[in-house]
């Protein structure tokens, strides 16, 4: 019974149910590999996020509403070499195009193969023949092929969230012949757009001498066939989009009204990442500001940056580096009763950024290099149809390909930034819901569920080993 095959979803952290039921409230990607995995009785396995002393080989499992999940701890070592290390100091840099950032340590890339030989060892006595397995991201790339070294005959897929690099940078990974090569005994392939997709098949064919048939994705080596296409991922619309009913929502949505009054808010929210393009941003808004002083009571900048992977140095640098552009920003422009940028170091809940989205008429997405981006699309959903903000987009975010009736800018460019929201600022209503209803129906129907089932769909129509 192909269809109602059991599902089991590797990656890297797991999303532990709380005591009160949180899995069905949480929203996007855990939201929707939940409802995945509920429906088919799943296992999400993965790294609980502890470290431990010394491993103890236990794998920690708890069921709820038909879901499993099942964690395992890992070492002070492993979380050194294998999370910070290889996967984010090495594999994170590089497929966001930055050889700059990237390290190449023989040690790290070890432990990267040893904790992805664990997850097969520790994840192989859960999964039963039927089942189909879904393992996601780039911590895990190789992660496939180690469970069929262990006789695995299920249907595995893979799906890489960040993007895959043109081959000419790729190259530059010591041992990337390797790497790739582990990704031709998955079944499925998935790429967030049609960009990274070729750029994966471009490799596949120059370097490795695949034959790759570009209409279907099909890859084939040695005998063996691997089928690769793009998915690109969407939010939880119908979760999303509920939250602006929610009181938590209205009020976060008034507290940013109020304490703006006549000024345009704009925002950005992200997670403190150099990928993001942060302090490009705050270059191409100071850049507005030297251009148009006269209209620095019009706008309040807001950006919302918690702060993300802090064990890793660059991390830590690109954090200094926000602090002190916004600073000489705010020193260089502020009155005592005007400050031009707020930059919060803090997360918040989806349904206060969706009031805070709603709030801003100018949603600014710039990343310098992005998988897909889910804020883009959660900016849109926020927006009253009737009076929407507008979005300025980042040519090189895998969203952009979807969302063209975006402001798309470059990133790197301070006068493009400054033009797009100077442009953003003067936009007449008719304009601004022109470009909203031409964006929106991808945002709403291209959504996670629909991501999730094509997927799954494929991977249970690719032929069992
Ligand atoms: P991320 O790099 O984390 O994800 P993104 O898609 O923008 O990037 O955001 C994921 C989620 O985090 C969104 O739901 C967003 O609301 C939330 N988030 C971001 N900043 C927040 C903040 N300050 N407070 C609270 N929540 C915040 C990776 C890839 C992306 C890809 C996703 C999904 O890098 O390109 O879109 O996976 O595949």
Redesign the pocket.
Known sequence: MRETSRLVVVSNRVAVPKARGAAGAQ???AGALNAALKKRSGVWFGWSGQEVEQQTGEISTQTTDGVTTATIDLSKRDVDEYYNGYANSTLWPLFHYRLDLAEYERETGKGYERVNERFAQMLEPLVEPEDVVWIH?YHLIPLGERLRARGLKNRIGFFL??PWPPTRLFVSLPFHERLVRTMLHYDLLGF?TKEWLESFLHYCRTELGAEVDDDSGAVTLEGRTTVARAYP?G?DWDHFSALGETGEARQAQQRLMSSTRHRTAMIG???L?Y??GLPERLDGISRFFDRHPDRVRDLVFVQ???P?REDVESYKEIRALLERKAGQINGARSEVDLVPVRYVN?????AQ?FGFFRASKIGL?T?LR???????K?YLAAQDPKDPGVLILSRF???AAQLGDAVLVNPHSPDDLSHAIRIALDMPLAERRERYEKLIGTVRDDNVQSWTEDFLRDLDAAGAR
């Open positions: 929203g996007g990607l991201d969230h960040i967030q991922i939010i929210v992200d997670r990442d990928s993001k919302v940056a918690p993300s803090r997360g918040y809940s989806h950024l997405v990343p992005d998988g897909m981006n889910l804020v883009a959660e975010a895998g969203a």
